[in-house]
């Protein structure tokens, strides 16, 4: 099953789509995460990425493709994926066609996941992640324990630098301006489904098994 994961920063893409690894048994392919993980390891690709993402600025096109490709070739990738933070523009979306075609696979669908912005705005400010596993929490809706430190494995928590309130503010312009136009895009494909983003996080994943098992089967 080949899943494209649409919906604006915050709107709980990362977290429904650990669910649906576990549910789906397939990789969760984050863009966000890959970029994450070369920037703190100070690789050449972060080195590149690292002034888009501290401005909140998508980091460019040809960057994120290639990232993409490499991971969608992968040998887990084969029975499926979910893409979650890509594609963001057209021209990526246009990318993936292609290079799903040389892989003669298709996208079976297209979730959307929507929330107004200043709920968004909301959940990002409170959002906490732990360094070492992870894991996610956030200050008022699923606090953990101990407010710096991780539930599951004792590690530490912190704020992603881009989740300071300037700079969402700027991700969710970036988001209207190059990524909106991909519901469009999507929907004049057929594949876009829309996903109510509010509610408790069972809630949405129930919403999002109810729309692909309904689709599949
Ligand atoms: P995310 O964790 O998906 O919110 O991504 C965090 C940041 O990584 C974004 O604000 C961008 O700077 C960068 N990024 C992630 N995915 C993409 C993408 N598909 N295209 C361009 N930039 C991306």
């Known amino acids: 099953m080949n899943i494209i994961l649409l919906g604006p920063p915050g709107a709980g893409k990362g977290t ?29 690709l972060g080195m590149k990425a690292k002034s888009y993402m501290e401005k909140g600025q998508l980091v460019p096109d040809e960057v994120v493709i290639g ?9 887990d990738c084969h029975s499926g994926f979910i893409l979650d933070g890509f594609p963001r523009t057209i021209p990526q979306a246009e990318a993936l066609q292609k290079i799903l075609q040389k892989m003669e696979k298709t996208l079976d669908h297209v979730l959307n996941i929507e929330v107004d912005p200043e709920e968004l705005v909301r959940r990002l400010t409170g959002r906490r992640t732990c360094k ?15 407010k710096d430190l991780c539930d599951r494995c004792g590690g530490p928590l912190y704020q992603r630098e881009d989740d300071r309130e300037e700079t969402i503010r700027m991700r969710l ?40 098992e309904r689709r599949s089967f």
């Open 16 to 44: 429904q789509a650990q669910l649906m690894v576990a549910r789906y048994h397939i990789p969760q392919i984050s863009t966000g995460d890959i970029l994450r993980e070369s920037v703190r390891k100070e690789t050449p």
């Open 173 to 212: 312009k970036e988001y209207e301006r190059q990524t909106a136009p991909l519901i469009q895009y999507y929907q004049t494909k057929g594949l876009l489904r829309s996903i109510d983003g509010i509610g408790t996080q069972s809630q949405i994943f129930d919403r999002i098994v109810q729309t692909i």
């Open 132 to 146: 070492l596993c992870g894991a996610m929490y956030h200050v008022i809706f699923s606090p953990p324990k101990d």
């Open 67 to 75: 990232i993409v490709e490499e991971r969608l070739n992968d040998s």
